[in-house]
């Protein structure tokens, strides 16, 4: 069994309180749990307005699954997701 973890930053075009910010991750998040199946959560920046971080987990027993699956929701996430939101930088790590 393998594991894929990545964690995203991401900036916030035009947010600025953290109630509009909650609504949009919030949607974000839904949509990512939805549509691909993974354990996600906001990990970090929660008192930033217009950035946030987000983690989430793949778990297959291939590599090449667990990397694609990866790739796929943070192409999702920049090009399909919530309008105004930038992928800065992303980390993943599979174990």
């Known amino acids: 069994m393998l594991i894929g973890t990545c964690i995203v930053d991401m900036r916030l075009i035009g947010v600025k309180t953290l109630k509009n910010k909650r609504s949009i ?5 839904s ?12 990990v970090g920046k929660q008192d930033i307005a217009d950035r946030a971080e987000i ?3 793949v778990v297959s027993t291939q ?11 943070i192409n999702d996430m920049e ?7 930038e992928i800065i930088d992303y ?5």
């Open 79 to 85: 090009y399909h997701g919530e309008p105004g939101i």
């Open 91 to 95: 980390e993943k790590e599979i174990y």
């Open 63 to 73: 590599r090449s699954h667990v990397d694609s699956q990866i790739d796929n929701i």
């Open 25 to 29: 991750i919030k949607k974000l998040i």
């Open 55 to 57: 983690g989430f987990c």
């Open 31 to 42: 949509r990512t749990k939805k549509n691909f199946n993974v354990a996600i959560a906001e």
